[in-house]
C-alpha cells in the first residue's frame, strides 16, 4: 500500500545534542511538510518542500532545518534540541497539479520526541 | 490570521448515541474543510474533506457540514461505538499563501463507554 512513513517513531534525545527524523512516502508526492504537534495541542506547520523549493514558515525556529534529497524522503533536523521542542513531528506529503492546486495531505504515523 | 476552534474540548457519551462536533474558524476564504481522527500517540488519519464548494460529505456513520459563509462545521456521527473514542481535528486550507497551508483546531477527545 503507497503510504507515509517516519522514522523513529519515539526518539529520545539529550539537551543540546542534535537529531534527525526521517519520513519516506511511496506516494510519489511532489510536496513534504513537517508539522510538530506539542501536547494537548494543534499541529502548527513548521515547512514544507514543493519538489526541492523549501518554504519554511515565518515561526519556525532557526533551530529546526530540513532535509529533502529525493523526491521519496524529507528529514527535519533539530541542530540542539531544547526541553520546548519535546512534542510529536508528523510529516504529510500531497500532490500538486498542473492547475497550482494543491491537493488531500496524508499523515505519517509520528515521531515522538523527548528531550532529558 | 486564521483561527480555528473546536467545542467541546472533551466528550464522553454512551455506546450508540449520535452525536456532533463542532468546528468554527474566523476567515471564510477557505480553499477546503478537512476532518481528522487521531488515536493518542499516533498520527492523523482523514476522515472526510469538504471543499469550499460544497455543503457536506458523508462516509459511513460520519457526516461533515461545512457553512463557510458564517464559518463553522460539523462532524455527525451516528450510532457511536467504543472504537470511536479518539481526538477529532478539523483544519482548514486557506485561499492565500498558495493555498496550501492547513490550520487546525485543538480538537475534540471523544470517549464513547460501553
Known amino acids: 500500500d503507497a503510504m507515509v512513513i517516519q522514522n523513529p517513531r519515539y526518539q529520545v534525545t539529550q539537551f543540546g545534542k542534535p537529531v534527525t527524523l526521517s519520513c519516506s512516502q511511496t506516494?510519489?508526492?511532489?510536496?513534504m511538510y513537517w508539522y510538530q504537534q506539542k501536547s494537548s495541542q494543534a499541529p502548527k506547520l513548521l515547512f514544507h518542500?514543493?519538489?526541492?523549493?523549501?518554504?519554511n514558515e515565518a515561526d519556525t525556529p532557526d533551530n529546526f532545518q530540513s532535509r529533502r534529497p529525493n523526491t521519496s524522503f524529507c528529514f527535519l533536523d533539530i541542530r540542539s534540541p531544547g526541553l520546548g521542542d519535546a512534542a510529536m513531528y508528523l510529516c504529510?506529503?500531497?500532490?500538486?497539479?498542473?492547475?497550482?492546486?494543491?491537493?488531500?495531505?496524508?499523515f505519517g504515523p509520528g515521531t515522538r520526541l523527548t528531550v532529558t | 490570521k486564521q483561527e480555528v476552534t473546536q467545542i467541546p474540548a472533551a466528550l464522553s457519551v454512551p455506546e450508540g448515541e449520535n452525536l456532533v462536533l463542532n468546528c468554527s474558524f474566523t476567515?471564510?476564504?477557505?480553499?477546503?474543510l478537512q476532518w481528522f481522527r487521531q488515536d493518542p500517540g499516533k498520527g492523523l488519519t482523514s476522515l472526510l474533506l469538504?471543499?469550499?464548494?460544497?455543503r457536506e460529505q458523508t462516509s459511513g456513520r460520519l457526516n461533515a457540514s461545512l457553512d463557510k459563509s458564517s464559518g463553522r462545521s460539523t462532524l455527525y456521527i451516528a450510532a457511536s461505538q467504543p472504537g470511536d473514542s479518539a481526538t477529532y481535528l478539523c483544519?482548514?486550507?486557506?485561499?492565500?499563501?498558495?493555498?496550501?497551508?492547513?490550520?487546525f483546531g485543538t480538537g475534540t477527545q471523544l470517549k464513547v463507554e460501553l
Open positions: 504529510a506529503t500531497s500532490s500538486r497539479g498542473l492547475s497550482g492546486r494543491f491537493n488531500e495531505q496524508y
Open positions: 506516494l510519489n508526492h511532489n510536496v
Open positions: 518542500y514543493y519538489d526541492k523549493d523549501f518554504n
Open positions: 476567515d471564510s476564504a477557505i480553499y477546503n
Open positions: 469538504i471543499q469550499s464548494s460544497q
Open positions: 483544519a482548514v486550507k486557506e485561499l492565500t499563501g498558495g493555498g496550501n497551508k492547513l490550520t
